[in-house]
């Protein structure tokens, strides 16, 4: 795994570049931590994630660097990045690494309607288990690190997209592909755009940021395996592509 300072360390999103940085709110009245877990749905969601859990401990097993984790994102991950989609969508809504559907399912119960709503994930047996579990999403098997081209190809090259919410294991890429997956979600989101990103290094990184991206907000979810931190990215100007170094 390369730890090298190109992997950009995340902030609070208290201040970017010294300057204090206006906090967003969710889009939308925020959830209470646990709204809407009625018995029936516990029950259906952990029932998914004991049939889930093998499927990508499996996968995980034969190849760690391409799943990144060790179980399905808990519902709680899940919510906590949904919530920063705004609703109505103003485009498309893109989800990168999709896996077994904890985010897919999540966004749907937000209220983007599955219509507007692509899903990408590049291992075969994953989509499949997608594609019968969300029958309405559009389901893209492919690499993320082509993602505008994938876009491009299935909704034509002026789609306008409102949000990308990715699973992907950033840390797990080398830093091209790292750089070609951040460049693919500059190049799909307008100005103001939301890129929402989880990762599990729960540490504080203020200073640096993903080129041509402001960094909102970020929050740790704790009821997950393991623990993650959630963050909330603002795609930049035209002319905001500088890269501040610490
Ligand atoms: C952390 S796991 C998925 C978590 C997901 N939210 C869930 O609950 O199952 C990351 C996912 O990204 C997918 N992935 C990894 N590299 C990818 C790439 N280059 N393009 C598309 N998907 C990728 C993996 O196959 C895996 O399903």
Known sequence: MNRSRSIPPESSGNS????????LRPAG????????????????GLLRKISDTPLILWHYVSNPRRIGAVAPSSGWLARAMARWVEIPPKGWVI?????????????LARGVPPQQLVAIETVPRLVEVLRRR??????????????????????????PVAAVVSSLPLRAFTPEDRARVVQG??????????????RYRLRHEPALHWEGFHLRQSVVVWRNIPPARVVLYERAGENAHARPRS
Do not use: C, M, S, Y
């Open 16 to 23: 970017w570049q010294g300057r204090p940085t206006p906090v």
């Open 29 to 44: 009245p925020a959830p209470a931590p646990d709204e809407g877990e009625r018995p029936g749905r516990v029950l259906r």
């Open 95 to 107: 989800e990168l690494g999709a896996g077994t559907g904890a985010v897919t399912e999540a966004l």
């Open 134 to 159: 969300f029958p309405e999403v559009r389901l893209l098997q492919g690499d993320a690190r082509k993602l505008t081209e994938l876009i491009h190809g299935a909704l034509g090259p002026n789609a």
């Open 185 to 198: 979600i500059r190049a799909l989101l307008p100005p103001g755009g939301r890129w929402i990103q989880f």
